[in-house]
């Protein structure tokens, strides 16, 4: 048995024993959440009782391959920005290309950004790359804290030596890089941008926590729409409330929907007026099909050796969806007929993360279905993916007052600050039903060893 498979099964016994048999510590955990703002609409955001555990080899070696992939990823970037011929294979929208050319005053790729990951003992394979602040960096710290003390974990600790992995502190030490960086020197106010459906008013809860967080640390910080910023005598404002950091909150093509480039937030951002955290550069990351680029060998040839190892190691094969010749394996294929007849080895997915385009899973499908989803990503920009086997892990859950012992599918999310890995959080989703409410974040706690 690993040291992995130790720490999980002293969990699990530990509910067998007298002092966990009832769900008293399970409140605890319910309870904490509610209090600090981790259950909106009183749904809890961590839907298990237990973190997830990595160890530290594992961690290790994901947080090394993910820098090397950051890395690799950002001289895609370069390349994009340098020839209108690779920018066009990202398949941006040409609004989205003429903010990825204005200069953030910064060099870095992303500020923040997460690789998702599925992570199978000695080996782990990355899917997809966010950079839009995702809730796990900031629920990452508060929900460590919640568990690291809970009594179980209390308990599991006599034996095994944890290390919390957090996420706020290493985000806002990032933000104010970027910020000296630009050439700004004043103690920052910060906005955090993000959208609103129509019929929703209040800020949301992890912008709000997240504010809180900036504010304890020393800086004014507030939650705004792009409805309510305005750009006067060079100075991003809501209010009265004067804007020196934009953490945005918003995708660019969700901004796009509602607004033009003559926004205050765009001519404040061309103008140097603030700082951009992440800039509309970091869209070139959220494209499925910066994947298709890493996994071309005609684009990546001149990288340098180990990225083209973690790239050739770490990355499904993937290309963008379009009739024509492509290689797969050494060999020549059409690709539109090859992924025709091999659909149980696909996935087929929207370029964008926040178009309304869903996803398919060949081996999930018919043969009929299959076709219908290959006629729908030739007619709209879509990427195909070699099919990566999802993760599960056994979790503790409380359903109807008594504790149940649930498979989980487990997804880890490498938290990468100004292209190196600090901290990691896990999404957690129920295997059992695709209609299941049991789904959300976990910390993530490396297993350091024995005590």
């Excluded at 961590?46 to 555990?53: I, M, T």
């Excluded at 007026?273 to 970091?282: D, L, Q």
């Amino acid at each position: 048995m690993t040291l992995l498979d130790e720490a999980v099964a002293r969990c699990h016994r530990l509910l067998e024993s007298s002092p966990f048999q009832d769900a008293a510590w399970a409140h605890i955990i319910l309870d904490e959440m509610t209090v600090r703002n981790l259950a909106p609409g009183g749904r809890p955001v961590c839907p298990v009782l237990r973190p997830h555990f990595v160890t530290r080899r594992q961690y290790d070696n994901l947080s090394k391959a993910a820098e090397l992939l950051y890395s690799a990823i950002d001289r895609i970037r370069q390349m994009a920005l340098a020839n209108p011929a690779v920018m066009a294979r990202l398949e941006m929208l040409p609004a989205e290309k003429m903010l990825a050319n204005i200069d953030p005053g910064y060099p870095f790729l992303a500020v923040t950004s997460l690789l998702d990951t599925q992570l199978q003992n000695g080996s782990f394979r990355f899917v997809e790359c966010s950079a839009d602040g995702p809730p796990g960096i900031v629920y990452a710290d508060v929900l460590s804290e919640i568990f690291y003390d809970n009594p179980l974990i209390k308990e599991v600790r006599k034996r095994f030596k944890l290390r919390q992995t957090g996420g706020g502190k290493q985000l806002l030490d990032a933000l104010l890089t970027a910020y000296q960086v630009v050439g700004k020197r004043k103690i920052p106010r910060i906005a955090i941008v993000e959208a609103r459906p129509p019929f929703k008013s209040a800020p949301s809860p992890e912008s709000l926590l997240l504010a809180e967080q900036f504010r304890q640390a020393g800086y004014p910080t507030e939650v705004v729409t792009p409805e309510q910023l305005e750009y006067r005598n060079g100075q991003l404002v809501r209010g009265d409330f004067g804007i020196d950091i934009v953490y945005r909150r918003i995708s660019a093509q969700e901004f796009l929907v509602r607004f033009d480039l003559t926004h205050p937030l765009v001519r404040a951002y061309r103008e140097g007026a603030i700082c951009m955290v992440n800039s509309f550069r970091s869209e070139m990351v959220q494209k499925k099909a910066v994947f298709s680029l890493l996994s071309d060998e005609t684009i990546t040839a001149g990288f340098p050796l180990a990225e083209r190892k973690a790239i050739r190691e770490h990355v499904p094969w993937t290309r963008m969806m379009r009739p024509g010749k492509t290689t797969y394996q050494g060999q020549v294929i059409d690709l539109v007929d090859f992924v025709l007849q091999h659909r149980q080895n696909f996935v087929l997915k929207p370029n964008d993360p926040s178009s309304d385009l869903q996803s398919y899973i060949g081996s999930e499908v018919e043969s009929g279905a299959w076709e219908r989803a290959l006629r729908t990503s030739l007619r709209n920009p879509y990427v195909v993916q070699e099919k990566v086997e999802l993760v599960e892990a056994p979790f503790p859950v409380l359903i109807s007052g008594a504790i149940d012992i649930r498979p989980m599918r487990v997804e880890v999310h490498p938290h990468i600050y100004l292209g190196k890995v600090q901290g990691c959080s896990s999404e957690i989703t129920d295997s059992t039903s695709s209609f299941s409410t049991l789904t959300g974040l976990a910390p993530t706690f490396i297993l350091e060893g024995n005590t």
